[in-house]
C-alpha cells in the first residue's frame, strides 16, 4: 500500500514520504484535538510551515507545485489526521484551481502565495439553504455600486465557517431568464473575513467532522472591491466547474490514506483477539473481510492517482473524478462497516477509529456533490464520448441462420428510397430485433438516402399506419417501428419465423 506509483515524479515521491513522516509524528497530537473536541490550529500552523498547502500551487507563487498528483499525496497522508486533512483540503480548493485559471495576474500574486502559505485558511462555498446539488440555484445576490459590490444572502454547510479567512463565494450578477438559462447568472468572488456585515449564523452539530467547524455564514449588505471578483461577471458556473475535477478528486484522495491505517488495526487487532481458542484472524469471514478492504484500499488509492495523472495532463476528466469521488466515499463507508463488524464491540467504540470512519464516509457520500450526483454527471457524460457511441447492429447472418453482432452493410443497402423498400427494411428490424425501435440513422446506414427523404417517408408510412413514430419532446422523429399491418405488408409471415433445429415440424403451426 505504501508504494509510490512509477510515473510519480522526483518530487512527488520526496513528498509522500516527507508527509506521512509528518502524519506518523503527528498522530497522537491530533487525536488530542479530535478527543477534546478542539480545532487543531497548533497543527494546521505545522501543516502551513511545512508549505504543504502549496502543494498544488506553482513555484512563482511560493507554492511546491507538485499538481493533481501532489495535492492528492498531501490530502491522502493529512487526511489520516481528520480534522486537519478535511481543512487542508477545504483550503486549498476554496480558489487554487479557479484562481488560477480564471485571476488576473495581479490577483494570482495576490490569492495564490495566501492559498500556499497556509497562514490563512480558506472556504469554498457554494451550497445555500435552497441551492444544494442545484449548485446554479443561487440566492446569494451581488450587485454593483461603482467600483464596489454589495453582497446579500447566506450560505451554508460552508466546512471551515469562522476559522476560515477566506471565503470564495458564488453570487447571482443577473435575474435575466435568457441569462439564466445560458448559466450566466452567476459571479465568483473571494470575500475576507472582517468585512462589515459579514458574520457567522451557525455551526453544525454533525454526524462526524467531530472538530472541524461547519457553518451557515450571513453576509448583510457587503462591500468587496471588484478586485475581488474572480473571472468576468456572469462566468461563475465555468469558474465553479473548473475547479469541481480538482475538488472532486482532492475531497475523495483525502480518504485513500485512512484505508491504509483501517487495515494496519485490523491485522494487529486479530492476530491478538482470541474467540473458540483461535485468534480471529484465522475465521475465514475475517479473512474475507480484510481482503475485501485491501482490495477496496488498493482501487481506491489506484483510481485516484490515475485521475489526478489525467488532471496533470491537462485532461478534463468529469467523468473520472466523479468515479474517483464515488468510489472513494463508498469503499470508506463499506470499509468503516466491515472493520466495525471484524473488530466486534470494540469496533463501535470511540477508541478505535473504524467507527469515525463510517460517520466521515457518510458525509464524504454528500459533501462536493451526493453520489447520485456523481453518477448523473459519469451517464451523462459518457453517453456524450464517442467511444461509448459505436453502433451494435445485429444482421441477419445465412450461415448460422441467426442475427449476429456484424459490421457488415444491410443487404438493402442501395435499394431505391421508396415507401415500400424503407418499409422492408424497418419490418426486416422486427426478425432481428423484435422489441426495439431503428433510429432514423440506422435506416439510413441500411438503405441509404438523405435525412429529409427519409423523414416524409415516414410520415407517409405513419399516415398508412404502418409504422410507428416515436417523437422526442421537439416533436422530431426519434424512433420508427414497423405496426403490426406493416409487417404483414412488408413481408409473409413465414419471412418472420424461426425455430432451432432440435424443434420438430409436426409441433409447428
Ligand atoms: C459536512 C458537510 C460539509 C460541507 N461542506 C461544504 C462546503 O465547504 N461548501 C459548500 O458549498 N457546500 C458544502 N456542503 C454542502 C454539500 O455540498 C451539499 O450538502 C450537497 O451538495 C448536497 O446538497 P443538499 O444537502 O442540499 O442535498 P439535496 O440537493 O437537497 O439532495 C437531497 C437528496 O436528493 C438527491 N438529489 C438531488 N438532486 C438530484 C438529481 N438531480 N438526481 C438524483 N438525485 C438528486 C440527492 O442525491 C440527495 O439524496 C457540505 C455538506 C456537508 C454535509
Redesign the pocket.
Known amino acids: 500500500m505504501s508504494e509510490e506509483f512509477f510515473w510519480w515524479t522526483d518530487d512527488q515521491k520526496a513528498i509522500y514520504k516527507d508527509v506521512r513522516q509528518f502524519v506518523d509524528e503527528n498522530f497522537e497530537e491530533a487525536e488530542e484535538y479530535f478527543w477534546n473536541t478542539k480545532f487543531p490550529w497548533p497543527l494546521v500552523k505545522k501543516v502551513a510551515k511545512k508549505g504543504y498547502f502549496g502543494a498544488g500551487v506553482p513555484k512563482e507563487f511560493g507554492g511546491l507545485e507538485l499538481g493533481a498528483t501532489g495535492s492528492c499525496i498531501v490530502s491522502a497522508q493529512l487526511g489520516r489526521l481528520y480534522a486537519v486533512g478535511h481543512v487542508f483540503t477545504?483550503s486549498m480548493?476554496?480558489g487554487l484551481e479557479q484562481v488560477l485559471r480564471f485571476g488576473t495576474e495581479e490577483q494570482k500574486q495576490k490569492w495564490l502565495p495566501k492559498i500556499a502559505s497556509g497562514e490563512e485558511l480558506g472556504?469554498?462555498?457554494?451550497?445555500?439553504p435552497f441551492?444544494?446539488?442545484?449548485?446554479a440555484n443561487v440566492f446569494t445576490t451581488a450587485t454593483k455600486d461603482g467600483d464596489e459590490w454589495i453582497l446579500n444572502g447566506k450560505?451554508?454547510?460552508?466546512?471551515?465557517?469562522g476559522v476560515s479567512d477566506r471565503y470564495f463565494i458564488y453570487a447571482k450578477t443577473s435575474d435575466e431568464k435568457d441569462v439564466r438559462k445560458q448559466y450566466g447568472h452567476i459571479t465568483a468572488f473571494v470575500v475576507e473575513k472582517g468585512r462589515p456585515g459579514f458574520s457567522l449564523e451557525k455551526i453544525?452539530p454533525?454526524?462526524?467532522?467531530d472538530n472541524?467547524p461547519?457553518g451557515y455564514i450571513d453576509f448583510d449588505h457587503v462591500r468587496i472591491p471588484d478586485s475581488n471578483r474572480i473571472g468576468a461577471v456572469g462566468n461563475g458556473w465555468n469558474v465553479m466547474m473548473a475547479g469541481l475535477n480538482f475538488e472532486r478528486l482532492i475531497g475523495a484522495g483525502v480518504f485513500s490514506g485512512l484505508f491504509e491505517d483501517v487495515i494496519n488495526l485490523l491485522f494487529h487487532f486479530t492476530r491478538r483477539r482470541v474467540q473458540f481458542n483461535k485468534t480471529t484472524n484465522q475465521f475465514p469471514s475475517v479473512q474475507d473481510g480484510i481482503a475485501e478492504i485491501i482490495t477496496m484500499a488498493k482501487v481506491s488509492r489506484l483510481y485516484t492517482y490515475h485521475c489526478a495523472k489525467l488532471l496533470d495532463d491537462g485532461k478534463e476528466p468529469m467523468v473520472e473524478a466523479s468515479i474517483a469521488k464515488m468510489i472513494n466515499t463508498e469503499y470508506a463507508r463499506d470499509i468503516g462497516l466491515k472493520a466495525i463488524q471484524i473488530l466486534g464491540g470494540d469496533g463501535l467504540t470511540k477508541f478505535l477509529p473504524a467507527e469515525r470512519i463510517l460517520r466521515e464516509a457518510k458525509?464524504g457520500e454528500?459533501?462536493?456533490?451526493?453520489?447520485?450526483?456523481q453518477?448523473?454527471i459519469i451517464y451523462r457524460f459518457s453517453a456524450m464520448l464517442p467511444f461509448y457511441n459505436k453502433p451494435v447492429r445485429l444482421r441477419w447472418n445465412e450461415n448460422v441462420n441467426a442475427p449476429i453482432i456484424s459490421k457488415k452493410e444491410s443487404t438493402f443497402k442501395g435499394l431505391s428510397i421508396t415507401e415500400e423498400n424503407v418499409l422492408k427494411v424497418i419490418a426486416h428490424d422486427y426478425k432481428i430485433n423484435p422489441g426495439l425501435y431503428m433510429t432514423p440513422n440506422d435506416v439510413r446506414e441500411d438503405i441509404g438516402g438523405s435525412r429529409s427523404e427519409l423523414r416524409k417517408i415516414f410520415e407517409l408510412l405513419e399516415e398508412q399506419g404502418l409504422i410507428i413514430i416515436h417523437r422526442d419532446r421537439s416533436g422530431k422523429t426519434a424512433l420508427v417501428k414497423a405496426t403490426y399491418d406493416g409487417l404483414q405488408e412488408a413481408f409473409p409471415k413465414e419471412y418472420y419465423q424461426w425455430f432451432p433445429d432440435w424443434y420438430e415440424n409436426a409441433d409447428k403451426f
Open positions: 477545504v480548493l476554496a472556504a469554498l462555498c457554494i451550497t445555500e441551492a444544494g446539488s442545484d449548485a450560505k451554508r454547510f460552508i466546512t471551515g465557517a453544525n454533525l454526524i462526524g467532522f472541524v461547519n458525509i454528500i459533501v462536493a456533490g451526493t453520489t447520485e450526483v453518477k448523473m
